[in-house]
DNA sequence: CTGAAAGCGCTTACAG
DNA sequence: CTGAAAGCGCTTACAG
């Protein structure tokens, strides 16, 4: 006797077992209104007694309905990431979706090849954050016309219009240059992020934008870009910064590992922090709370913003009639979190 | 007219364009050997002219294969488990697998329902890190009594053999332990991670060892237990040690949070690191190097630990011929990442 | 090297 | 409330 494979128990095997037709075993499974409720007992019964489960793959096949999405992150590992998607996978699965992540690696190529891949009808919708190296949008733009929901966060195209959900960084970069000039400092520097992306970009408007509402000096000389905004960077421009001609008595920094990097170099200089240089980081890391003195920052809302994503794709996967709608953007709030690296009394 | 749905082209339609067979069609786009090279040219070239994407759900369907693979995780935005998540994704991507993932949110009832939902073939094989509350494995018995291959790594079942993929615990904290000791210190204290959970009482193990292995007195005074070792749970620890009558001049904590904690009190109290007490952590965080002094740690190769994960699975999935093997467990090498909390004179 | 045909396990309009 | 029947889009033994 060859060695059998455990062959899966069926909803023909129930039909059998109950002397009912699929059809009724079917509906029975799927608490189907027009299906007697002691049939459903007896089915969802027999069901359990042998071990039935439902072959999904037949049943997506059938319905053409994966209740699937795909997820293109830059990298997973990446704070800001994992808890967008925590997120995402929260709001997925209390709405029955479950959620499949590639990383993008943050390049191009491998973006539109993982595109390629999710265009087998795998997913019924698709999260997207771009690669770094993603200047083209022609593989997202091919998805749109064969309809598929697709939303964007954070890092967003810039050359069409799409679903997007982001947070106000002009606003929030705004907010927290203010809030340095509301202390009285008046020299102001910023570590920027990569200027080829949209939401660095914005931060670094934000901050000059308060500078000059506020009747105050923009001094090009104390605005450094960080291409990755590592905390190695950070200690670099740091030193750049307060070796600089016009010593500034204020930072912005474009994340917190940069602003946790201002704050170590300025302790080693012994400089006092707030009182001699203030600094305000952007995002709430971890480590916000674990360097001393701990960082102002931006609460970025990165789960927020995965459930929202989460939430629109939903919307479009379910509501497809409703092509009324050509596409939605949507803006979090972010808030300030002041802490001692510029306003409160260092214990 | 009604609106119609933009119809997916079907490899029918391909058959009928080239006038061959829908057998030949799904040959050639397969690359199967036994069709000639013109024949597949051909198929290709219409493909891509008319837009075919295959539906990878009827092949999936037909094939039993899905070419997925599940992951439960208690939190994804849990430094640790973002980076083994990104090396199982970054091997299934390279053996042309896909990775779905759920969060259990360390719920025992959230986590039998996952199991529930990946039963119905949606995966060919699953990877867990148990929910803290998870006691009895049921439900995981079950599955491999359906022959699913199934990977469990960092948090695993104590009661019954399976395939795992673990680093040596026991040994990566009686190194931490014995480094402490090298460095001339003789009342050690360890903050310990939740002794239900198997690592951490290894960990706590190791610590042991590593004193009475070298002739010191183990203070169980100052061995205190932190439920998830968060950061401020530290900070308390870190006092309630400090402030013991059996000062102790060196502290292994069970991750780098702790450590970050017990550092940051140490700074407070203008308690010299390493001199009079020395740090060690665990996992290697990226705190670690942003805390000064840096901390000195073990390198918990998450990364690594993904891949080995991911390919011990696919393994499994795909030789599931070698029945010879019943389960296999993996153990990877850690190391000792010595810095200035420790050792290195700090500048 | 190519084709005819069966069938994977469901769902769902249609009929009663 | 239940059933008979068609069919989703592929893959694959079998035949030539």
Known sequence: MKHKKATRITIKDLAQELNLSTSTISRALANHPGISDQTKELV????????????????????????????????????????????IEAFAYKSGYHVTIFQSQDSYKREKEIVKILQTKMVEGIIVCLAMETKNYDHFKKLLKSKVPLVFYDRTPDSFETNKVMINDFESAYLATEHLI??????????????????????????????????????????????HLSYQEGVDCACKILDSSIRPDGVFCANDYTAAAVIQTLNKRHTAIPEEVAVVGFSNYPIATIVEPHITTINDRAFQMGE????????????????????????????????????????
């Open 182 to 227: 509301q202390q009285g400092k008046t020299r102001l520097a910023h570590i920027a992020g990569n200027q080829t992306t949209g939401i660095f970009k914005k931060r670094l408007e934000g901050f000059k934008a308060a500078i000059e509402k506020n009747g105050l000096v923009v001094y090009e000389d104390l605005i450094l870009e960080a291409q």
């Open 44 to 87: 969802n019964g027999v069901a359990d007694r042998l071990g039935f489960a439902p072959n999904s793959i037949a049943s997506s096949f059938r319905s053409r309905k994966t209740k699937a999405i795909g997820v293109i992150v830059p990298r997973i590992d990446i704070d800001f990431h994992s808890r967008v998607i925590s997120g």
């Open 308 to 347: 929202a994503t989460g939430r629109l794709l939903i919307q479009h996967i379910e509501e497809d009639e409703i092509d009324v709608i050509d596409y939605q953007v949507i803006t979090l709030k972010t808030e300030l979190i002041v802490r001692e690296s510029t306003a409160e009394k260092r214990h």
